[in-house]
């Protein structure tokens, strides 16, 4: 027996596209939509916004109200007009606007010296071989595992032996590196910097700064802005160390909220009020900045 064959394909013609198969351009079609969120996606986003949001704005509406108007039952959910009035009362009560120079000159240094000793760190942690790489690199992980009040106590012997009491480099220098960050570029280099571009600047007579400022750089740019926003937050919210270094005549803005309020019966809302001025700063470099590390983060995602 012969199998029959099918009447012939008559070629394409010159300058029209070959006809794709159903099924294929069934699967073109469906990969150049863009994901579209139903109703429970909008409620569910909208329902985790108000929940994140609603702490900042209890905040704005116990600053702007008096004591008495806090301590009713039930609360009032919309802002007063006393706001400048207990404003007012913070800049007496502390001097908030040393303090927040004293943060700004505190969480600025360490953000610096975080981002770029933890992406020198990392660099070398990634890319570079050299003998005891990975038991360093387990070492800096393992600290992560130390809780930090340990070593309060020998650290604050050591500053008292430099005569740096009540100094801000009593702040800054201990949190310049972070064990986090390290591990955080080194993850981040790993996945972003091709082996390729290091071996092309070798090949080129490059050396290794001329390599981390040219190539290591502009590639971990996302990251080092991500590290860096993460790192100004936790230095301008931290506390405990400043309250065990600093005092009352040089204060940072978390040790100057404790001096907030006092009294037989504290005033929640100058409290609140002198916490408002406190986190403006934070909201004003996250507004500055969070287009660009998001963007930065979803370029390199697609470049990736």
């Not at 069934?26 to 139903?38: K, V």
């Not at 972070?178 to 570029?185: D, E, P, R, T």
Request: one cysteine or more.
């Amino acid at each position: 027996m012969t199998a029959l064959a099918g009447p012939p394909t008559a070629p394409p013609e010159p300058g029209t596209r070959p006809e794709l198969p159903r099924r294929s351009r069934a699967r073109r079609s469906r990969a150049g939509r863009t994901m579209q969120g139903g109703k429970l996606a909008y409620a569910i986003l909208i329902v985790a916004v108000l929940v994140s949001a609603f702490p900042f704005y209890w905040t704005i509406v116990a600053a702007s109200r008096s004591n008495a108007d806090m301590a009713r039952v039930p609360p009032s959910l919309l802002p007063g007009p006393n706001l400048m009035r207990n404003f007012e009362a913070v800049l007496e009560e502390a001097d908030i606007g040393k303090a927040l120079l004293n943060s700004l000159i505190v969480s600025g240094s360490i953000t610096l010296g975080t981002v770029l000793c933890c992406t020198l760190a990392g660099f070398a942690f990634a890319k570079l071989r050299f003998r005891g790489r990975g038991a360093l690199l387990a070492v800096t992980v393992g600290t992560m595992m130390i809780p930090p009040q340990l070593g309060v106590i020998p650290l604050f012997m050591l500053i008292a032996e430099l005569q740096w009491v009540n100094q801000l480099q009593a702040v800054i220098l201990p949190g310049l590196v972070s064990a986090f960050g390290v591990f955080f570029m080194r993850q981040y280099l790993v996945q972003s910097l091709p082996d390729e571009l290091i071996e092309a600047a070798r090949v080129d007579g490059a050396s290794t700064a001329r390599i981390f400022w040219s190539i290591v750089v502009p590639v971990a740019r996302p990251g080092m802005a991500v590290l860096g926003l993460l790192t100004f937050m936790a230095a301008w919210n931290d506390f405990f160390w400043p309250i065990v270094a600093l005092s009352s005549s040089e204060p940072t803005v978390q040790v100057a909220l404790r001096q907030l309020g006092g009294g037989y019966v504290h005033d929640q809302s100058v409290i609140m009020a002198g916490t408002l001025l406190g986190t403006l700063p934070v909201l004003l470099v996250f507004g500055l900045l969070g287009r660009q590390i998001v963007g930065g983060i979803m370029q390199g995602a697609v470049k990736g």
